[in-house]
């Protein structure tokens, strides 16, 4: 199971930990800045699939870092849970409107913080957090490295089978080539950007594999490629 990245932003040391300790236990990776301006530093470093945002952070302002992320290409996707203490409803609404997916109000129960992470994920980043997905009428077992669509088999290449799994990770969200060669290929081989057009091609043909189906890979002109969610829900009704 690939293990979800969580960086918890929290300057109460004693409230970091705690959250720390319990993520780890459930199997995520943390870790932990302790002000707005490290957080946006360790952000760019290794992105996070989830952050846990407080509110009150010195240096940068927990609304601040959420707004700077929702800026970033990079992180424009990135759910975000806040933890606030001031349970006035401007705030929270201010908080919604800059980008945050979720808040919760302090004190909270750290086992409500984690499973609602587990939630956000579930919801945003269906890849992350199991083994056998399902979007539309593909279903890719990641764990016996299968993929179905319409529940026949498709045989897929190891590369094409890892830009599969790639775009279901992040279903909807559109990927430049280069993105997708520094994600699939590891950004220290040197690979021209027209080899994931000819992989995209491969995969394409793969899953069309009764010719009926809508193609379930997007190319945006220009910009590059993701996971079509629209086509997929259709497919699947
Ligand atoms: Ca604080």
Redesign the pocket.
């Known amino acids: 199971m690939a293990s979800a990245y969580v960086l918890i932003v929290?300057?109460?040391d004693p409230i970091a930990k705690i959250l720390e300790y319990n993520f780890e236990k459930e199997g995520y990776r943390t870790g932990i800045a302790h002000d707005g301006e490290e957080a946006l530093v360790m952000a760019a470093e290794q992105q996070p699939d989830l952050v846990i945002l407080?509110?009150?952070?010195p240096k940068v302002t927990g609304i601040e870092v959420c707004r700077r992320l929702r800026a970033r290409q990079a992180s424009r996707n990135i759910p975000i849970i806040m933890l606030t203490a001031r349970a006035e409803e401007a705030d929270l609404l201010r908080g919604l409107d800059q980008g945050a997916d979720d808040y919760i109000t302090k004190p909270f129960s750290v086992a409500a913080v984690v499973a609602r992470a587990r939630a956000v994920l579930r919801r945003i980043r269906p890849g992350l957090t199991e083994d056998l997905v399902t979007i539309g009428d593909i279903r890719i077992d990641r764990n016996a490295h299968r993929v179905k669509r319409g529940g026949k088999d498709v045989h897929l290449g190891p590369t094409e089978f890892r830009l599969l799994d790639y775009l279901m990770q992040h279903p909807g969200r559109v990927f430049s080539r280069e993105q997708l060669l520094d994600a699939v290929w590891g950004s220290d081989v040197y690979v021209e950007v027209r080899t994931v057009d000819v992989h995209i091609g491969r995969l394409r043909r793969a899953l069309n594999v009764d010719e009926t189906g809508p193609d379930p890979i997007r190319t945006v002109r220009a910009a590059g490629y993701s996971l079509d969610t629209e086509s997929m829900e259709a497919a699947a009704e």
């Open positions: 929290e300057d109460e407080d509110w009150t952070l």
